[in-house]
């Protein structure tokens, strides 16, 4: 398994990592091989996801000194995004040598880059932020842990804060446990709503280059 193979490295990588009962333990590994050169990171764009930028420029976000955190942030380009447009911002992920490189990647960033788990975060973020930005970090955690992942998600949210999810869609036909990744079902993404967050808005668009592929952008609120 080479360059030429990322998504077999990281069903690979995965697959054992599961298997020790350990569902986020491989993304570690998967950056350290890429930051060696031995790999690349499938899911590295080098610039912020098309539909967050799409979403960002049609409501007109504007940060105005508000809070936000992006979940899963992996080489960074979604919460420079976010951070450029005045929010306060904090990203964390899993894995030191993604946030190691995010850093190097962004050396003059205003960006709060933090290691932490999802599945564990610091209390301190239960709903203290004004916008949360989730894009296809549950859907690279295993069913088993979506529940938990997913509750999560939905407490970094401030009363009057909104959550953005961006993740694929389960289409009819898929093997819904041939991951990673393991996309969304709509109940799945619908999950994200409870505790007093409410769904807003929940769209469906195909992916432009593989149309097959259906891909979800849904917007939650919180009551102030
Ligand atoms: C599929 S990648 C997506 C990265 C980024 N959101 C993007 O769209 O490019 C999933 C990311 O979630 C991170 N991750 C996996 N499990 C995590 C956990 N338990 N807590 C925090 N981050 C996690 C991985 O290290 C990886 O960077």
Known sequence: MTEADPEELARALSGESIARGDPSGWFERLYSAA???????????????????????????????????VVGAGLGSDAELIAGLGFRTTAFDISPTAIQMALDRFPQSEVQYAVADLLDPPEEWRRAFDLVVEIITVQALPRSVRAEATA?????????????????????????????????????????????????????????????????????????
Request: net charge negative; aromatic share 8%; charged share 30%.
């Open 35 to 69: 930051e060696g050169g031995e790999a690349v990171v499938p899911w590295d764009r080098g610039a912020p996801h098309p539909l967050l930028v799409d979403w960002a420029e049609t409501t007109r976000l504007d940060g105005g000194d508000r809070r936000s955190l």
């Open 152 to 224: 999560h998600v939905r407490d970094f949210v401030a009363p009057g804060g909104t959550l953005l999810v961006i993740s694929t869609a389960l289409g009819d036909g898929d093997d819904p446990n041939s991951g990673p990744p393991w996309p969304l079902t709509r109940t799945e993404l619908e999950a994200f709503a409870g505790d007093e967050l409410e769904v807003r808005h929940i769209d469906r668009f195909p992916h432009p280059d593989e149309p097959q592929i259906q891909r979800w952008r849904a917007e939650f609120t919180r009551p102030a």
